[in-house]
């Protein structure tokens, strides 16, 4: 009797179907075991030789997920970019192109999902940070484009029109070599800029003054020096303020305004001490209200006991120094701050100590109780819980002038308030731009404008 494997039962019981089907077809095998039919009966229930072969998936094949061309971008930065021009980290690079008027001008195509006034405020505080000189910015409703130079590179930087949706913002950056790289940018002019006032930024109405004092005085025009390393968004300011005559400089000599006779602001960037910004605060507040004498404040006199152990009588600025503490405007020993027994008159001017000498001078009353939940509430400023709480008065009184506040005109949008981060002199004479408050207050524009009784 011819033997019948494993696998083949195996096989039989597989294609029976249930296990009585399978108990009869063994019974007929074994049966004819012996027959003639037994063999190819046996062959042919054996099991597929192919099946020890790789298995092959016989269902419908999954189709492998495929990018969406529009959502994932391949371009790339150009591997010369300028490390100069700043990026946006936020948004992501969609095209690279050549200018049409220069194989080296670049034309970069970004967007992101931030809105367009995030993308203006960060370009033109980086580009300003990093010495750009800033020739056209944009306009206040957005629009238009915001140009800058820099060692012959030119950087400008606009918004595509119309934009696709309204959750996507996509916007250009334009560089290249040269001023003449890319067009229909405008060129600075090559004739000195004057330091003569112009229209005062609409955001900042000048008051209506008092009939009878309005005076127009002749303004002389006077070249500014070093007026294009002014920052753009202050250079209104302090031309105004440089105008009045009132940044005076220390010289070589200890003398005052030898070297500044042109009503110029030398060094515009460079950082301001704390002696320098107290005489441009006395200097400026005087001016101003040059018309009211129950608002200047009185310098001191020689007869006066020094307040300060580091300004004494002998020094330039004692006047001035001492003049401030006597009307209770700085922390001294006067106002009840013992431990200010020291000035510290050539120490770096920090952006607390101006915001907090300032503000009185705008609000003229004692300034409200503030705590740092109520500053940062108020401005947003995530490192409120570094800002004393003398100086959280201050720049909670501030808030309350709007845009008129000093926060807003020297140091923009932000929301970091860096208290302790030393002030440049352009920012310094920008926040003498204007004394008091909404619809009571004054200008360095509007003081040109007023003739001096």
Known sequence: MRSITTKSILRIKYFAGNASLSFLLLISLTACANSPNSKALEESLAADPRLNEKPVNLSTPTPSPVANESNISTAKLPGNFPAEIPIYTNAQLLEVTESNNSGEAKILRWKTTDPSNYIQNFY?????????????????????????????????????????????????????????????????????????????????????????????????QKTVENQNEVPQELRQYVSDVAQLGVLKLQSKNQGLDSNNSNNTLPEPNKIITRREYSRWLVAANNQIYANNQGKQIRLAVNSNAAIFSDVPKSDPDFPAIQGLAEAGLIPSALSGNIKDVKFRPDEPLTRAAMILWKVPFDTRQALPTANIDAVKERWGFQDSAKIDPSVARAVLADFNNGDLANIRRVFGFTTLFQPNKSVTRAEAAASLWYFGVQNDGISAKDALQVKPN
């Not at 980086?126 to 306009?139: D, P, V």
């Not at 400008?156 to 996507?168: D, E, I, M």
């Not at 996509?170 to 229909?184: D, N, P, Q």
Request: net charge positive; glycine share 6%; charged share 20%.
């Open 124 to 220: 033109q505080t980086e580009l300003t940070r990093k010495k750009w000189e800033i020739i056209n910015k944009f306009s206040e409703d957005g629009q238009g484009k915001l140009t800058a130079t820099k060692d012959n590179l030119q950087v400008v930087v606009s918004f595509v029109s119309p934009q696709k949706s309204a959750a996507v913002t996509e916007f250009l950056i334009e560089y290249g070599k040269g001023a003449e790289t890319i067009i229909a940018t405008p060129q600075p002019s090559n004739s000195p800029i004057l330091i003569s006032p112009t229209p005062s930024p609409s955001f900042s109405p000048s008051p209506n003054l008092k009939q009878g004092i309005s005076t127009p005085l002749p303004i002389p």
